[in-house]
């Protein structure tokens, strides 16, 4: 099992960047798939992008492709979302998440991964 907590929230403006960071706890912390999930007020949570610990790649939305772009570093058990020229339309709690398995295409199911973070507010101003 892993504890997951994201950080690096905030207000910014639109054409701004933010650095998600996810800290990990748990001794099999590098077994797991971590993805990145958003849910705006009165939405679904929707899948941002997943690391994946099967093969190592990466996998993005295409509302963020381009724009966003996550790290891992095993390490330091520490998941990172870069996010560039963001947009209002990003505005979101988002979440880093754990799966034991990989769903492949599946990748950006919430009901998928096994644990969850709390979430941190980013809000970008138009």
């Known amino acids: 099992q892993v504890q997951l907590v994201e950080s690096g929230g905030g207000l910014v403006q639109a054409g701004d960047s933010l650095r998600l960071s996810c800290a990990a706890s748990?001794?099999?912390?590098?077994?797991?798939?971590i993805g990145w999930f958003r849910q705006a007020p009165g939405k679904e949570r929707e899948g941002v992008s997943c690391?994946?610990?099967?093969?190592?790649?990466?996998y993005y939305a295409d509302s963020v492709k381009g724009r966003f772009s996550t790290s891992r570093d095993n390490a330091k058990n520490m998941v990172y979302l870069q996010m560039n020229s963001l947009k209002p339309e990003d505005t979101a709690v988002y979440y880093c998440?754990?799966?034991?398995?990989?769903?492949?295409?599946?990748?950006?199911?919430?009901?998928?991964?096994?644990?969850w973070g709390q979430g941190t507010q980013v809000t970008v101003a138009s």
């Open positions: 748990g001794r099999s912390f590098g077994l797991y798939t």
């Open positions: 690391f994946s610990s099967s093969d190592g790649n990466t």
């Open positions: 998440a754990a799966a034991w398995n990989f769903y492949g295409s599946s990748w950006y199911l919430p009901s998928l991964y096994d644990f």
